[in-house]
């Protein structure tokens, strides 16, 4: 059976930084695409980065040059380094696994919240 547990969130004043942890079981973790998603309140959910299993990543736009994603694929734990944290950041964060056939893997969620 698949898990992702997530970890790490909290609130935070703006500037401030979090790292968020998934930690995966039950699955084939190298050879998947793992990914960080957020949603906000009455907002569809969005990626916010994502590491395949090759190595390369991808950010959103919006989070370029503050957020790093990393992984330990011994580990099984992927992890989201938030830097300069906006009021915008706020939203509910969930780990994603996605293997190429098509199937995903979702994480209960961790919520982050940005604010003075």
């Known amino acids: 059976q698949v898990q992702l547990v997530e970890s790490g969130g909290g609130l935070v004043q703006p500037g401030g930084s979090l790292r968020l942890s998934c930690a995966a079981s039950?699955?084939?973790?190298?050879?998947?695409?793992m990914a960080w998603y957020r949603q906000a309140p009455g907002k569809q959910r969005e990626l916010v980065a994502a590491?395949?299993?090759?190595?390369?990543?991808n950010y959103a736009d919006s989070v370029k040059g503050r957020f790093t994603i990393s992984r330990d694929n011994a580990k099984k734990m992927v992890y989201l380094q938030m830097n300069s944290l906006k009021p915008d950041d706020t939203a509910v964060y969930y780990c994603?696994?996605?293997?190429?056939?098509?199937?995903?893997?979702w994480g209960q969620g961790t919520q982050v919240t940005v604010s003075s």
């Open positions: 994603n696994a996605h293997y190429v056939h098509g199937t995903d893997y």
């Open positions: 039950g699955m084939f973790f190298s050879i998947a695409s």
């Open positions: 590491s395949a299993s090759g190595g390369s990543t």
